[in-house]
């Protein structure tokens, strides 16, 4: 049974570090892409970052890029997002996926079109929190 289970998320001041993690059973991280996802109330679900399995190639948005950092322990299935220098604006539900295709999906087709194929595994997210 594939599950993907969020975690570290919480309530951080401005300025503010947090380390989520992501664990994977039922399936080889090896061959999977790993992407972080967020989504604010009322907002459209984005991507935040994304890791490739083969080329290492990695993807960030630009409104995280220097301040957020992925990387994954393929040993331990599990993959992380280190967020630093947090900002009111980064506040959401933070999710992962995993495809082995991800990340070209969601580079060329966007999020949408990957939540409406269905065809990629999804945690239940974990919640992030910026406040004074």
């Known amino acids: 049974q594939v599950q993907l289970v969020e975690s570290g998320g919480g309530l951080v001041q401005p300025g503010g570090s947090l380390r989520l993690s992501c664990a994977t059973s039922?399936?080889?991280?090896?061959?999977?892409?790993i992407g972080w996802f967020r989504q604010a109330p009322g907002k459209e679900r984005e991507a935040v970052s994304c890791?490739?399995?083969?080329?290492?190639?990695?993807d960030y948005a630009d409104s995280v890029k220097g301040r957020f950092t992925i990387s994954r322990d393929n040993a331990k299935n599990t993959v992380y997002l280190q967020m630093n220098n947090l900002k009111p604006e980064d506040p959401a539900v933070y999710y992962c996926?995993?495809?082995?295709?991800?990340?070209?999906?969601?580079?060329?087709?966007?999020?949408?079109?990957?939540?409406?194929?269905?065809?990629?595994?999804w945690g239940r997210g974990t919640q992030v929190a910026v406040s004074p």
């Open positions: 996926a995993a495809n082995p295709a991800l990340c070209d999906t969601v580079r060329a087709l966007g999020v949408e079109f990957v939540l409406s194929r269905g065809e990629s595994y």
């Open positions: 890791s490739k399995a083969r080329d290492g190639r990695i």
């Open positions: 039922g399936f080889t991280l090896d061959y999977y892409a």
